[in-house]
């Protein structure tokens, strides 16, 4: 049976305020699920965005010395695709909230890392929500950008993710697109792409590198808070 009288949200800040253990699947085009354990959420799945990075093997896969840090950064990689998922899923870009059921299950669904609890993952949605929103007038995780031909700048310094970006690009890409192959995450490949559109280095496909307005040009009318983090990013 699907729920439909409560919004996602609140559907699943019900169950972890009970501390059910299962999975609740969403249905709709940015379906998925997010698997829970006495309340925390496990992990999350999204079909819009990718799952932990597959160069990355879960902890035990090696024997050794090196056992701890593979166990942090799959840990990390699990976190970052969870909260990338909710992103996605709680986001939402209808009207209507996507149908979705519970399944109560007496064990852990699946062998996941350790979970976080709804209220961090809450708050760290909210957070790349109102930073989504604040990227929107220049980009989104589905604008389409293309690669400029000219440098302004007589030299530049790029992280590895960003070049990892500039050399994918090819005739036009979307940040998801791009966040697909790297199997990175959606959030994080949006931002990067903006700081690259910051840096002249990348244009919205249809738009020319100088209308593409800088973090310095943005209206002054706009709050400080957003100001502040539109200058961050693109330093």
Known sequence: MYFNRDPLIVRLGKLAESGQTGVL????AVGGAFYLSEGDVL????????????????????????????SLAWTFAVREATVDAALELLSGGSRHSPRHRFKE???????????????????????????????????????????????EAPGLQVSALQWALL??????????????????????????VFRLISLRLLSVAGLAASETPRAADAPSGRRHDTMSFLRAVTQ
């Not at 699947?25 to 709709?28: E, I, N, P, T, W």
């Not at 597959?54 to 024997?63: A, E, I, S």
């Not at 699946?110 to 993952?121: C, K, N, Q, V």
């Open 25 to 28: 699947r969403v249905s709709g």
């Open 105 to 151: 299950l007496e064990s852990p669904p699946g062998d996941r890392s350790s979970g976080m609890s709804f209220a961090a993952l809450h708050a760290e949605v909210t957070r790349r929500q109102e930073i989504l929103k604040q990227l929107s007038g220049s980009v989104t995780a589905d604008t389409t950008v293309v690669r400029n031909p000219r440098i």
């Open 43 to 70: 992990y999350a799945e999204s079909k819009r965005t990718p799952e932990p990075s597959k160069w990355l093997v879960p902890p035990g896969g090696h024997p050794g010395e090196a056992d701890a840090a593979r």
């Open 167 to 192: 050399i994918r690009m090819g005739d036009g890409s979307t940040p998801r697109d791009l966040a697909w192959e790297l199997d990175h995450s959606v959030f994080g490949t949006t931002v990067e």
